[in-house]
T-cell receptor, first 115, second 114 residues
Framework: DTGVSQDPRHKITKRGQNVTFRCDPI?????LYWYRQTLGQGPEFLTY????????KSRLLSDRFSAERPKGSFSTLEIQRTEQGDSAMYLC?????????????FGPGTRLTVT | AQSVAQPEDQVNVAEGNPLTVKCTYS??????LFWYVQYPNRGLQFLLK??????LVKGSYGFEAEFNKSQTSFHLKKPSALVSDSALYFC????????????FGKGNQVVVIP
């Protein structure tokens, strides 16, 4: 169990640019989640995959945001035309997909700063 | 809607004293509750969860949590705090029919004073 990894750890970009983040979940986990965390707040749900299928998206996920998990393994989160309000920590988590509520394991996050 | 509330922004405790971090919940149906800890520049680490069964749940690093249905609370506790326990603590609830996604509280900063 090598844990959830995210890349990059930090990203500074200018307003209007596109950015893409990558998440590698724990290998046997078929569920993958993206959350966003701003200073002084808890993580807020963005989107969820079961295997390669994106099953739920938050209203927080505007049309500028897109996420993929093409082979049911790693996932990418892309933000187009970034805005200063997109500055946050983007967290990825994974879990097993069994019936009982399972804990999610989080990666270290990608901190995005939009200037 | 499923939600949790963490009423205190910061908890200060002397090293060696008992530590309590408070959480109350609001759910429809059975509550599935979690505690996570976040250290600076690191992701959230799972501490413990309540699904069903005993009201006292034991978790990692000597932490435990007490589920109280009548008070709709799920307080995190540690009998003797360590300086290394200084971190940000989050309570979370599984969102009903939400594909197991979690709704988090705003977090509590715990400061353990040597």
């Amino acid at each position: 169990d090598t844990g959830v990894s995210q890349d990059p750890r930090h990203k500074i970009t200018k307003r209007g640019q596109n950015v893409t983040f990558r998440c590698d979940p724990i290998s046997e986990h078929n569920r993958l989640y993206w959350y966003r965390q701003t200073l002084g707040q808890g993580p807020e749900f963005l989107t969820y995959f079961q295997n390669e299928a994106q099953l739920e998206k938050s209203r927080l996920l505007s049309d500028r945001f897109s996420a993929e998990r093409p082979k049911g393994s790693f996932s990418t989160l892309e933000i187009q035309r970034t805005e200063q309000g997109d500055s946050a920590m983007y967290l990825c988590a994974s879990s097993r997909g069994l019936l009982a509520p399972r804990e999610q394991y989080f990666g270290p996050g990608t901190r995005l700063t939009v200037t | 809607a499923q939600s949790v509330a963490q009423p205190e922004d910061q908890v200060n405790v002397a090293e060696g004293n008992p530590l309590t971090v408070k959480c109350t919940y609001s759910v429809s149906g059975n509550p599935y509750l979690f505690w996570y800890v976040q250290y600076p520049n690191r992701g959230l680490q799972f501490l413990l969860k309540y699904i069903t069964g005993d009201n006292l749940v034991k978790g990692s690093y000597g932490f435990e949590a007490e589920f109280n249905k009548s008070q709709t609370s799920f307080h995190l506790k540690k009998p003797s705090a360590l300086v290394s326990d200084s971190a940000l603590y989050f309570c979370a609830v599984r969102v009903l029919y939400g594909n197991n996604r979690l709704a988090f509280g705003k977090g509590n900063q715990v400061v353990v004073i040597p």
